[in-house]
Nanobody, 116 residues
Framework: QVQLVESGGGLVQPGGSLRLSCAGS????????MEWDRQAPGKQREWVAT???????NYAESVKGRFIISRDDAKNTVYLQMASLKPEDTAVYYC??????????WGQGTQVTVSS
């Protein structure tokens, strides 16, 4: 069982930056693929970025060039560095760690609001 705790969300002005963290406990992180998803008000949850256990990284087109996903397996933590934030980035951000087709765990979510 893995427990995930997200942090780093908040209110930021357009063009600003935030770094989200997702810290896990209870299991060895290095075997998991990890991703960030987000859900804006009235919209479906959407995928943002993935970093695999082998270090392969992919981003949604909407965040490519602005967001950076990284992981520190020694700290059981995955990060999402967000820059050049736009109002349309406003959402609850969730981390998800998983072994595809076997098991997966969601964090509780952290609110990011981009507004002047």
């Amino acid at each position: 069982q893995v427990q995930l705790v997200e942090s780093g969300g908040g209110l930021v002005q357009p063009g600003g930056s935030l770094r989200l963290s997702c810290a896990g406990s209870g299991n060895i992180f290095k075997v998991y693929d990890m991703e960030w998803d987000r859900q804006a008000p009235g919209k479906q949850r959407e995928w943002v970025a993935t970093i695999t256990s082998g270090g392969t990284i992919n981003y949604a087109e909407s965040v490519k060039g602005r967001f950076i996903i990284s992981r520190d397996d020694a700290k059981n933590t995955v990060y999402l560095q967000m820059a050049s934030l736009k109002p349309e980035d406003t959402a609850v951000y969730y981390c998800y760690v998983y072994v595809r087709g076997v098991v997966g765990y969601w964090g509780q979510g952290t609110q990011v609001t981009v507004s002047s």
